[in-house]
């Protein structure tokens, strides 16, 4: 008999159930505790019904589902298929009733108590008693919340099409269109800025719930949901149904916000960086950053006001077009600093905008801005047919415009940081980079410290407060011929002639050295003097000034530079730089 019963179960159907997981309808786990998970296939996608409504994991859900289809019974694990008493397996009252539907099918599995290592089961629909291994039922011991999406929303933002923003004063509504990438149409018609919007559905397409805080709340005000800081919809193309947010308040440490989905009734904590800030402040969260753009190459005058003193430059038309100085006195100007200037302004970006219309600018510094820059810049030459080939000439002179941009405070103290800006006329006030305001407070004026020819120079001499030493070209070597006369690798020589050729002050001091004596120039710590065909060229090293650099003052110019010492040092021979008396400091 035993052995006609153990050749009956080698033959009978070890699988516990007999499902597609993939054709599941309806999944549900009833515990003894009287607690049930229900959860029901919308679509493609799986929905929590019990204890919560809810979006499901369709992953985790999934996972149950190939855990119950892989339970299967070992031969010597069937206990009876007599009907019995099943309350001395703790199956009259289960510690687990798990439930299918599949196709209007259902099956049911009942787990009771626990037997070295195996749980005593049966299904619901036959008489057979038999045993599992715990291991293999332990997964399906499920919290609620494990089955739930972590996922606030999924969506491609390559397929939006709309989005609507209702904050508490303002509706937004941001398009896309064929003819630009994205566009604010309300409340103003605006172009948006693409790096923001996307960056900001990018936030919100990779928003992790980190915490379900309540299913069924009593009082939407506790988590600031009673009035939306942001009611957010995202309109999805081809998809019917939009995806829609109510953003709340933030928790009491401020790192997370609260968070619904518009119509349900769980409330939500997800990280607040990045998404709580430009969801409730407005539209200038999202507007275009360009707010001034112009051909560079056509920028023909630039005025700096800054303080007591304006900085007038032009540009000077040839065939290599160069920037003077005009104002406050007539020399070349600093390229790289105009140029940066105006190539900085032709395509002015902002790091964000701080207020539209306000009704006070000083406390942003701009009711008087520390710096005033206008740039003037031909608006275009008008075209006219010519023959193919012929020089292009202007039929008549083209229109000119100017725009001023206004610089006030810092946005905080310390070195690096951001300015209030805004342009004049303009309504809105917005951060600027220090990299781009830096130029503007720099020294326009050339700082090239001597312009010089190789060619032209025939002798060198270098004087130290101690000792002078001299160098004459023979030929096309040099040697020394005080204090001492000795030959002198020519390379040496070009070495100091190339480091002064491209010398280039650190700033201009003072464009007049009206008292050299205040600047150590009367007993100079060093100078050099250059003879050419032209006559004599020098600069002369006096003394220390701020931020460890040296007053310098070349001949054939009446400004006091400031250099730093490592760029003296190259021009130095025979002796290094010593200290000297600190001279006075400010302009």
Known sequence: LDRLTKSLNDLRNKDVFEIDPNAAQRVELRYGSGEAIKCFKEGENWRLESPVADKGDNEKVMQVLYNLRGLTVAKEDFITDEEVDLNKWGLGNPQLVATIQEKGQTQTLLLGNTRDNKVYAKRQEESAVFFLKDNNVTPLKKNPNELRDKKLARFDPLYVSKVELKTRDQNIVIEKTKEYDYLITQPVNVLADRDAFKGFLDVIKELEIQNFVANKPENLATYGLDQPGADVTI?????????????????????????????????????????????????????????MEFNRDKAERLVVDRGDKRFLLEKKPGQEEKWFLKEPLEVEADEDIVNNIVWSMSFLKVERYVEEGPKDLKPYGLDAPRIRATVTYAKGLPMTDKPEGEIFVADKEPD?????????????????VNSYAMLQGGNLVFELSWTEVRYLESEPASKVVVSLEYPDVTGVSITYP??????????????????????????????????????????????????????????????????????????????????????????????????SPDKLEKLMKERPVREASTAPVGR
């Open 235 to 291: 309109t999805l193309k081809d998809e019917p149904k939009p995806i829609r947010l109510q953003l709340g308040g933030k928790d009491e440490r401020g790192t997370l916000c609260y968070i619904k989905r518009t119509g349900e009734e769980p409330i939500f904590a997800v990280k607040a960086e990045k998404l709580h800030e430009p969801a409730t402040r407005g539209y200038l969260a999202f507007r275009d950053r360009l707010v």
């Open 400 to 416: 000119m415009e100017s725009q001023t941009l206004l610089i006030g405070k810092r946005v905080k103290e310390g070195e690096n």
């Open 466 to 563: 101690e000792k002078e030493v001299v160098y004459q070209k023979k030929g096309d070597a040099w040697e020394m011929v005080g204090p001492e006369q000795k030959p002198v690798a020519t390379r040496e020589i070009e070495s100091i002639l190339y480091n002064l050729k491209n010398l280039k002050a650190d700033d201009i001091y003072q464009y007049s050295a009206k008292e050299p004596a205040s600047y150590g120039l009367d007993k100079p710590l060093f100078k050099l003097t250059l003879n050419t065909g032209h006559g004599e060229k020098s600069i002369t090293m006096g003394s220390h000034a701020e931020k460890g650099l040296h007053y310098v003052k070349a001949s054939g110019s009446d400004f006091v530079f400031l250099i």
